[in-house]
């Protein structure tokens, strides 16, 4: 079992900057997915049990940055140049704890946290 608990989200601005955290419980590869109102919920970024290794949607490549503390069991979101289009609920995911790979699909994760609320106004 893995834990997970958000924080970090807010009402930004456009082109303003957030950065969401993720605690596990335990250390494994995790990702970020949003879901804003009336669409499904998509893949954000994601990163290896290691922290070597990310990947994004294209979207958010160049604007959104993935990283972790190992010692903290954190993972983080930070978001810069926001635009309105990212307002969403964001989710942490984690993998099993046998997987150390990152993943761009929701059913690699098991493991979810409670999401938090990104608005960005225009």
């Known amino acids: 079992q893995v834990q997970l608990v958000e924080s970090g989200g807010g009402l930004v601005q456009a082109g303003g900057s957030l950065r969401l955290s993720c605690a596990a419980s335990r250390r494994t590869a995790m990702g970020w997915f949003r879901q804003a109102p009336g669409k499904e919920r998509e893949f954000v970024a994601a990163i290896n049990w290691g922290g070597d290794s990310t990947d994004y949607t294209d979207s958010v490549k160049g604007r959104f940055t993935i990283s972790r503390d190992n010692a903290k069991n954190t993972v983080y979101l930070q978001m810069n140049s926001l635009e309105p289009e990212d307002t969403a609920v964001y989710y942490c995911?984690?993998?099993?704890?046998?997987?150390?790979?990152?993943?761009?699909?929701?059913?690699?994760?098991?493991?979810w946290g409670q999401g938090t609320q990104v608005t960005v106004s225009s």
């Open positions: 995911a984690a993998r099993r704890l046998s997987y150390y790979s990152a993943a761009t699909y929701d059913a690699a994760y098991t493991y």
